[in-house]
């Protein structure tokens, strides 16, 4: 017999249980484009302005406001270009009054100046240049600091690095960061029927599909996926791939072998142990589960069931809160939406079921609630209908129907957050 619905453990009791267990990895310093989409794990301050020096906005002239104050197009004014300073090609430092400098985009403005003549309101002379146009006092200069003061606050601990953010790093000389690391999760399908995709397939034969599926999902949670691919259904096989993996693995995530079946490997290896607990959450598809620490270091596993459906919304479910907290990020779990269900739908009592859905905009500015609609059967075998859902319709444990027109809880699974 199986678990009676009073033994079972709810989702929320599952995800807490995993989640209370589990720590931030420690931080380490990585180069700037290696820590992409990972988490600072330290403030950090700027250790020079931006700019760093009053630098020209514009090609053009270098000049005293003074001298072309009053210039316009009936009364221009001459001035002698005495030099001319390149962006990286600063050999002029300083300039005298009722003179100009030729400057580009980007050079330091030299001692003396404060204003750049734009090309455009020239003649672009060489010895000579006529201005026709008056700048503002100190246009077209850019001043050292202005953007960045040495000192500043520029990444809070905690906060998610993009391209933004390791761009202004670079810009202020850094080329390393303190971030929480990317966890090495290793993966391994469990069953004798299983074969490798683009290997001879027996009649009573399958495909690993699932170990391709949850090291994708992994890589696509930001941790770094091991692999691994099929053990046999044989206790001393599976510990000792177990066992091989471990000195590399964060984290160890096994499919197959965890229900009530006279070769469910992963459960007859691991119970032993007693390290990893193995019981039924009240959900489907998705019941058995599995979760605890294996190895010298204590490296904790998840044990998903084996069906496609039930593996991969177990994933989302126990296993991606459990990566984003072991890179720091927030929040833990995906947000939710509400969403309008296009056709009625049934759940057994007491589990929440997790249907695969299509969600959609609303289709007018006055329904401008999305919509949803439930995608296939419910089997937990029905991975075709797995890839074309993007959502999955979240119905209450304590809920046995809802109708068509009523409003829903979903989880988009494509938004990033």
């Keep these: 017999m199986g678990d009676p619905l009073q033994t079972l453990r709810s989702v929320t009791e599952h995800q807490t249980e995993i ?27 700027s250790p020079i302005a931006l700019p760093s ?20 197009d009936e ?6 270009v005495v030099g001319e300073i390149g962006a990286g090609q600063a050999r002029i430092l300083a300039m005298s009054p009722g003179t100009a400098v030729k400057i580009m985009t980007g050079a330091p403005v030299p001692a003396g100046a404060d204003a750049v003549v734009p090309y455009e309101w020239t003649d672009r002379g060489v010895a000579q240049v006529v201005i026709a146009r008056a700048p503002e006092e100190g246009q077209h200069v850019r001043s050292a600091g202005e953007d960045v003061t040495e000192g500043d606050l520029l990444i809070e601990d905690g906060t998610v690095l993009g391209p933004r953010q390791l761009g202004l790093l670079a810009s202020v000389g850094l080329a390393t960061v303190v971030v929480r690391p990317r966890p090495r999760v290793v993966i391994l399908s469990t069953g004798s029927e299983l074969r490798d995709p683009g290997s001879p397939r027996g009649h009573d034969s399958v495909y690993d599909g699932n170990s391709y599926m949850l090291a994708a999902a992994v890589r696509r949670a930001g941790a770094i996926a091991y692999r691994v691919g099929i053990v046999p259904d044989e206790p001393k096989l599976f510990l000792d791939a177990l066992n091989d993996q471990l000195v590399r693995a964060d984290a160890v995530i096994t499919s197959g072998g965890v229900s009530m079946g006279d070769f469910d490997v992963v459960k007859e290896a691991l119970s032993p142990l007693g390290t990893v607990w193995f019981g039924g959450v009240a959900m489907q598809p998705g019941k058995p589960q599995g979760f605890g620490v294996v190895g010298e270091d204590a490296t904790p596993i998840f044990t998903l069931p084996g069906n496609p459906v039930s593996s991969f ?11 984003r907290r072991m890179m720091g990020r927030l929040p833990y779990t995906r947000p939710t939406v509400a969403a309008t269900l296009t056709h009625a739908v049934s759940s057994p009592p007491g589990r929440a079921q997790y249907l695969r859905g299509e969600l959609s905009d609303g289709p007018t ?11 296939g059967g419910p089997g937990s075998h029905l991975v075709g209908d797995l890839a074309q859902a993007n959502a999955l319709i979240v119905v209450p444990s304590e809920t046995t129907s809802v109708a068509a027109g009523e409003t829903v809880t979903v989880v988009p699974l494509e938004q990033e957050f």
């Design 75 to 80: 009364h221009p004014v001459h001035l002698p």
């Design 19 to 45: 989640l209370d267990s589990l720590r931030p990895l420690p931080p380490y310093e990585q180069p700037l484009l290696d820590a992409l989409g990972l988490v600072a794990a330290a403030d950090v301050y």
């Design 365 to 375: 500015e006055r329904q401008a609630r999305p919509m949803v609609s439930p995608v």
């Design 313 to 323: 919304i177990s994933f989302e479910m126990f296993v991606l809160p459990a990566l």
């Design 53 to 72: 020096f009053d630098n020209s906005a514009m090609d053009g002239y270098a000049v005293c406001f003074d001298d072309v104050a009053s210039a316009t």
